[in-house]
């Protein structure tokens, strides 16, 4: 059988600089990121070097303008390059994607002032986001977060606890979502809070099933003293900021399921054409011949559906539902492939010895974190047929 090994994913770029972009993504993942990825994951190591050079290298801040230190680049492109991340490790794909996260509230609805003065360090000087709006009580629930921000003088007193928060504990600055007004989406207002400030403290991170790697944690805010300076957008907005926020935040959760099924495909492509059972490689079989088909068409139609919720973006359409759809299909698919590439590589499949099974376990987060997939339908069918009656 002739030589099938993965090759680079084929991609289309609107730019020379975009696919300049990619080559220097494809060489720092695979000389900086991929060889310590199975090792670092094992350990429950977080990569912080690793995001201080993406941050050196322009990648923390693309979809962003470059007048503060962004990258000035569609999500088209953006996207294609945390798939890529994503592929190498997931931990660094979701870690650049929950950081682009963190800065959107700010780089969005914030004032010029507050640009100029935060944004050039969140998004190439080397600092670190997380998002806060989960809470213990309150996830697929947003609108019920308990988290207080009441006036003091000229500031704020933020006091509550945030659940689920990656990057909690290792920071730089957090995304809040507080209340400070009426029950319900109309009392939540958005700050942007040093994670040195006093009273900010994490929880040792939760013992997950995968990404080892990236950590999550509670993150407690004991009457936290910020200046008004630091509210972004207006009273009562940060509940809306939140949902904008998420509708990008799932473009990038569904690049990074892409790329982790990609790298999973890759995996079983490679160990079907060089294991040999019954006197050929085991890939000349049907069974796993449409098994390799399936897993690929499900990752080239789940590429296909994130980059078009992508240019809808980019060309200023809505994109809610689009996102909705895309978070849902490619995560869904990469649950599927990573089982599917484990079952391809049998009982080695099932051991560390080879990333398939770290792959699956990954995978299964993606089905959850930033709206579950039920949230997901739930977002889908009410632009197709109205909110539910009550």
Not at 81 to 86: D, R
Request: aromatic share 6%; charged share 25%; proline share 5%.
């Amino acid at each position: 059988m002739p030589d099938r090994a993965p090759q680079p994913v084929e991609r289309q770029l609107p730019t020379d600089e975009a696919r300049d972009l990619i080559s220097l993504v494809r060489d720092i993942a695979q000389r900086e990121i991929a060889p310590k990825a199975a090792e670092e994951e094992d350990a429950g190591r977080f990569p912080r070097e690793v995001f201080a050079l993406l941050s050196r290298s322009g990648l923390l801040g693309l979809p962003y303008d470059a007048e503060y230190g962004g990258g000035d680049q569609p999500y088209e492109v953006y996207l294609q390059v945390l798939e890529e991340l994503a592929a190498a490790r997931l931990t660094v794909g979701l870690g650049a994607s929950v950081h682009t996260l963190a800065s959107y509230a700010l780089a969005t609805y914030g004032t010029k002032d507050q640009q100029v003065e935060h944004l050039p360090a969140m998004l190439g000087g080397g600092l670190l986001g997380a998002y806060c709006l989960s809470e213990p009580h309150s996830g697929s629930d947003a609108a019920a977060l308990r988290t207080k921000a009441v006036r003091d003088g000229d500031g704020w007193v933020i006091t509550g606890t945030k659940a689920w928060i990656t990057h909690g504990g290792v920071a730089d600055f957090y995304t809040v979502m507080a209340r400070t007004g009426e029950e319900g989406p109309r009392g939540i207002t958005a700050f942007l809070v040093p994670g040195d400030a006093p009273g900010v403290s994490a929880a040792p991170p939760e013992k997950k099933m995968g990404l080892k790697g990236s950590p999550t944690a509670q993150v407690h805010f004991d009457g936290v003293r910020v200046g008004d300076e630091r509210r972004i957008g207006e009273e009562g907005q940060g509940f809306a900021i939140a949902l904008a926020s998420l509708d990008s935040g799932r473009l990038g959760i569904a690049a990074c399921a892409i790329g982790l099924a990609q790298a999973a495909f890759d995996e079983a492509l490679r160990y079907a054409t060089e294991r040999r059972q019954f006197g050929r490689p085991i890939a000349d079989f049907q069974g796993l011949r449409f098994m390799l088909a399936d897993m690929a068409t499900q990752i080239e139609a789940g590429r296909a559906l994130y980059l078009t919720a992508a240019r809808l973006r980019d060309a200023g359409r809505p994109f809610a539902k689009e996102a909705a759809m895309a978070k849902l299909h490619c995560t869904d698919t990469a649950m599927r492939v990573t089982t599917d590439a484990v079952q391809i590589l049998g009982g080695y499949g099932y051991t560390a010895d080879f990333p398939a099974e770290r792959y699956m376990r990954e995978a299964k987060v993606l089905q959850i974190v930033e709206g579950t997939n039920q949230i997901q339908r739930m977002v889908i069918a009410r632009h197709l047929a109205g909110p539910e009656t009550r």
